[in-house]
């Protein structure tokens, strides 16, 4: 009896379960609709800023002009990483991945900020906006440091005049950006800044319920970011475009993988059943930058992608998703492929806050149930008598 109910609510990826309640994004996945506290993506992304959408989502409502000026401030003050952490990313290998390196120094960040008797859901206001306003501030110093370091190069320290985009982009290149690049930049971290409920914002709340201290949950999503079906398809793609090299080749290169049953990075989506609007925000983000940059013939070879899977994947409502274009704009604006995803982390890592924020008011442990299904009755036998 207990067994067939079980059965009956058993749903695999957890498609379709509500297993919380929150006021941070909506989405509607039948028309591509996605909202920040009931505000819509496309105002956000033309007249917000990053640090104005950070705030947004982490405390619920539109800051006033003295409450974004100050928010903007303190997240110039908590930018810089103490050179002990610059010391355990001096002994990472060489050829670790970027995401690898920022989900141990987020732990590491832990260690170095430790929380008043450690977390037991009575933490106060302000040790919640220190943590909220260290992890936003640090994660761009620990990417850009991590790239120059990996090469033998200094890292370079950031600078308070810039803006939160700017900066990091400042911090991996040690050029200023033109003001197009940081806008394309401030508008990238925008649309990745939250996602409802996500694999790795699961992962923030899950970790969230334990009472673990906020850097672990961080590291939690980071790493759960980090997989190919989540934040790393962004990476997937580039390199899909980069082995198909020519868009004559698009063709047979999309017939081959349908026919083996393969997937193409960069389009579906759990929730999306059309075009997702962060890909089409970040597409027309390209476009603006090639005003300034110049055409790139990856962005052909993935446009033919987009038309010629309309009509087989697009009728299954498998569509470009987000990481479709962003990979496309990060190489316009000179980033290394394998630093796509950490870049993901460092917007995304607002909306993980604002769901660790919301979960400290729930204070109850996940502990979903499995249905068994292995042996049961089984009779020890000692190791000298199996056959
Ligand atoms: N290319 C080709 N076929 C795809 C596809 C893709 N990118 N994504 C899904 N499909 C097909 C599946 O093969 C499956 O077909 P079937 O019904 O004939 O078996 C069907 O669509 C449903 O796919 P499923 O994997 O069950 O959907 P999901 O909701 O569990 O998965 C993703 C969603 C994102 C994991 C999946 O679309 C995917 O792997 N996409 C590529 C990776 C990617 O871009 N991830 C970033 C997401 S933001």
């Avoid at 105002?43 to 409502?61: D, H």
């Avoid at 170095?112 to 992890?135: A, H, K, M, T, W």
């Avoid at 190489?331 to 982390?345: N, S, Y």
Wanted: negative net charge; proline residues 6%; glycine residues 8%.
């Amino acid at each position: 009896m207990t067994k067939n109910k079980d059965i009956a609510c058993y749903s695999p990826g957890l498609a379709g379960i509500p297993v919380t309640e929150s006021a941070i994004s909506s989405v509607d996945g039948s028309v591509g609709h996605l909202e920040y506290r009931g505000i819509d993506i496309e105002q956000l992304a033309e007249q917000s800023s990053f640090e104005e959408t950070s705030f947004l989502l982490i405390y619920g409502y539109l800051p006033k002009e003295d409450e974004l000026a100050s928010f903007k401030a303190n997240l110039c003050h908590h930018r810089r990483m103490k050179f002990r952490i610059r010391d355990i990313m001096k002994c990472f290998p060489e050829s670790a991945h970027p995401m690898d390196s920022l989900q141990t120094t987020v732990a590491v960040l832990g260690m170095f900020y430790p929380l008043p008797q450690g977390i037991n859901g009575e933490l106060s206001e302000e040790d919640v906006r220190i943590v909220c306003l260290n992890l936003v501030a640090k994660l761009p110093t620990l990417v850009a440091a991590h790239a120059r370091m990996r090469h033998g190069d200094d890292p370079i320290p950031p600078r308070d005049d810039l803006s939160h985009a700017a900066n990091f982009l400042y911090m991996l290149t040690g050029n200023e950006p033109t003001p197009l690049m940081e806008r394309i930049m401030d508008v990238a971290m925008i649309v990745h800044a939250e996602h409802t409920l996500n694999a790795s914002t699961f992962s923030t709340i899950v970790t969230a319920s334990t009472l673990a201290d906020p850097y672990t949950c961080i590291s939690a999503a980071i790493g759960s970011l980090s997989g190919p079906l989540h934040g790393g398809a962004n990476e997937d793609v580039l390199h899909m475009l980069d082995e198909i090299g020519d868009v004559s080749r698009v063709e047979s290169y999309l017939h081959e993988k349908l026919a083996n049953k393969e997937k193409i990075a960069g389009l579906g989506h759990r929730v999306y059943k059309t075009k997702d609007p962060r890909a089409t925000l970040l597409q027309e983000l390209y476009v603006e930058l090639t005003k300034e940059m110049g055409e790139d013939p990856t962005y052909e070879i993935a446009s033919r992608i987009e038309e010629l899977s309309r009509s087989t994947l697009g009728a299954k409502g498998i569509c470009p998703n987000v990481d479709f274009y962003s990979g496309i704009v990060y190489r316009k604006l000179g980033i290394p492929t394998d630093l796509f995803t950490p870049i993901f982390a460092i917007a995304r890592v607002s909306g993980w806050l604002a769901h660790w924020k919301e979960q400290l008011g729930v204070s109850r442990i996940f502990r979903p149930m499995q249905i068994y299904v292995g042996k049961k009755g089984e009779h020890y036998i000692p190791v000298d008598k199996r056959g």
